[in-house]
């Protein structure tokens, strides 16, 4: 008997008739592959020792909790949007990816039916041990930041920035990647040396400022603003450097609608934004067990993801 595990099947009337109402996947148990590590959002199994498989799926964490509510193809659109942006990024840095289809490394039918759209067939690589976060403007740890010292990860900014501003330029500004449950930590490109040495932790840098300005300018004409992202990488045993892991999604962006940006406030986001905002009506200390979630709250952030993707994709 296969086993692998769906929840909470979606069956909300789609907008379209010829369009399936998505399927819900909370966490999967393949048999053809064996775990190999199981994060927040993604499920990862081994294949060889040359490649992977990472299946997106569709949980949330809020305040670094994993919520028992799944968002309805969420994970569907976090792999379309990351798949997009690493074909439109490979001029500027080779990603992960390897070439092989979903049947090539899983040998049973229903779970290729189950893992469609939703699953990436990678490259074994290093990751490195520094997240690489570019902001363009002033907001989040960020904001808190520069109100307190006038500065982001040791970056002076000009004086009188008001919150959700545009900086004069965006900032490579990186942070140590947290277990899960605990929070990353921002750090100078000081600090990035001492971890990757200087060569490696600038090409980390330039790339993933390319990356975001081409990125930026490219949502910009699609009605969004790219205000924050962040990128991962990994080396291969040349030390040949990759982007890897998902790369501008809705998860790892703060994506805002450009016609309702305005200096000074925060602008709504095409993300889990719906999420935190109702949780912090409740009575609930941010620990696990995190709570449930109201259906409204679901179809609402479903919505927004596919909005997202549609926006940047128009698919």
């Given amino acids: 008997m296969t086993n692998y595990i769906i929840t909470r ?8 008739q010829n369009m399936k109402p998505p399927i819900t996947l909370y966490e999967t148990a393949l048999t053809s592959l064996s775990l190999k590590a199981r994060g927040k959002v993604r499920d990862i199994y081994n294949i060889d020792d040359e490649h992977m498989l990472i299946v997106t799926t569709d949980r949330l964490s ?20 990351s798949n997009f942006w690493f074909d439109r990024m490979q001029h500027i840095i080779p990603n992960h990816l390897s070439g092989l289809k979903l049947e090539d490394v899983v040998n ?19 990751p490195l041990p520094v997240e690489a976060v570019v902001r363009g403007y002033l907001t989040g740890s960020g904001w808190k930041d520069y109100q307190k010292i006038g500065a982001v990860c040791g970056i002076s900014l000009p004086e009188g920035l008001q919150m959700a501003q545009k900086l004069p330029e965006p900032v490579f500004t990186p942070s140590t990647k947290a277990e ?11 600090k990035a040396v001492g971890l990757l040495g200087q060569a490696l932790a600038e090409q980390v840098r330039d790339a993933s400022l390319h990356i975001y300005r081409e990125a930026a300018d490219f949502a910009l004409e699609r009605g969004i603003i790219i205000a ?8 291969d ?19 805002w609608p450009v016609d309702e940006y305005r200096v000074g406030i925060s602008p709504p986001s095409f993300d889990k934004q719906i999420v935190r905002d109702y949780l912090e009506t409740l009575d609930w200390e941010k620990t696990p067990p995190g709570p449930r979630l109201p259906p409204e709250v679901l179809a609402k952030t479903a919505a927004k993801y596919r909005e997202a993707e549609f926006r940047l994709t128009g698919s």
């Avoid at 099947?9 to 379209?16: G, H, V």
């Avoid at 809020?62 to 949007?81: E, N, Q, Y």
């Fill in 180 to 190: 899960q449950g605990a929070h990353d930590e921002n750090i100078d490109f000081a």
């Fill in 237 to 255: 045993a040349k030390g040949q450097l990759y982007l890897i892991d998902e790369v501008l999604t809705p998860d790892s962006s703060r994506f």
């Fill in 62 to 81: 809020a305040f670094d909790v994993i919520l028992p509510d799944p968002i309805p193809g969420k994970g569907r659109v976090l792999t379309a949007v």
């Fill in 228 to 235: 924050d992202t962040k990128f991962e990488f990994g080396l």
């Fill in 108 to 126: 049973n039918t229903e779970e290729c039916a189950l893992l469609d759209g939703r699953a990436m067939v990678v490259r074994k690589l290093r």
């Fill in 9 to 16: 099947i979606s069956f909300k009337q789609p907008t379209k």
